[in-house]
């Protein structure tokens, strides 16, 4: 994946544009003051990525469904839906702000050298502060857990659910076995800059190919994968 701006120049922008642009979605008044019953068919802790997602699934055949989320709503920082914005929100009342253990072997210009581990702490957990990018595990990670007794979390198990939730709007990916076109989340490509082709260009030469960050292989030049939405002064 290659950045064709600097950090400092999204931030500055997107600061700019949750001033002039107009109100985001809010939640719907006493959405979150409704009393709780005393039983539910499913409990979920955590409305992250995946809490949220099963939530709304099990929802589906009328089960009652109670997600405990420690952060509040995601709608309650505008940043969530800018994806240039997504670095203020990190190491705000919406951020874990995990920290690793001391590392041995790196981390040696950290304080402590400790890693900083943004964590999202809202609805839609850390995928309300990822940009708003489409970027799957790595499939050996996937292998691996299965390896160590995680049944039906093999890559091969879990790619059927990734491709039930994305629609793939990329005419080059319409046709690939890892990718899915019936989906709820709209996929679309990021627009290239001329420094991206010319980076492009150079890492081809050193042998790295044009690679789908969501498909067999992440090793190589990618462009991460996009859902966004576009606002106009109309």
């Known amino acids: ?7 400092l120049g999204n931030i ?33 802790v955590g409305g992250g990525s995946a809490g949220s997602l099963l939530a709304s699934r099990l929802t ?5 469904v109670l ?3 420690a952060g509040g709503s995601d709608l309650e920082n505008e940043a969530t839906v800018i994806p240039g914005a997504w670095a203020t929100l990190l190491r705000s009342k919406q951020d874990w702000n995990y920290h690793s253990v001391p590392q041995k072997h790196s981390s040696f210009a950290m304080e402590d050298k400790k890693i900083y581990l943004a964590s999202g702490k809202m609805l839609g ?12 595990g790595s499939r050996h990670d996937f292998n691996e857990w299965a390896r160590q007794g995680c049944k039906g979390w093999s890559y091969k ?5 990734f491709k039930m939730i994305e629609k793939t709007e990329i005419p080059a990916l319409k046709g690939s076995p890892y990718r899915g076109t019936k989906g709820n989340i709209v996929v679309t490509p990021q627009k290239s800059t001329t420094l991206e082709y010319f980076y492009r260009k150079a890492a081809s030469e050193i042998g790295y190919r044009s690679v789908d960050c969501n498909g067999y292989s992440e090793i190589g030049t990618i462009n991460s994968d996009f859902n966004g939405k576009v606002f106009t002064a109309k």
């Open 157 to 161: 198990e879990v790619l059927p659910y």
């Open 12 to 44: 500055t922008i997107a600061t700019y544009l949750q001033n002039v642009l107009p109100p985001g979605p809010k939640d719907p008044p006493g959405v979150f003051d409704r009393s709780l019953r005393r039983y539910y068919d499913y409990i979920i």
């Open 125 to 136: 957990g850390s995928g309300s502060m990822n940009g708003l990018l489409m970027v799957r």
């Open 1 to 7: 994946m290659f950045l064709g701006h600097s950090l």
């Open 67 to 69: 997600v405990l989320e």
């Open 60 to 64: 589906e055949d009328k089960a009652s």
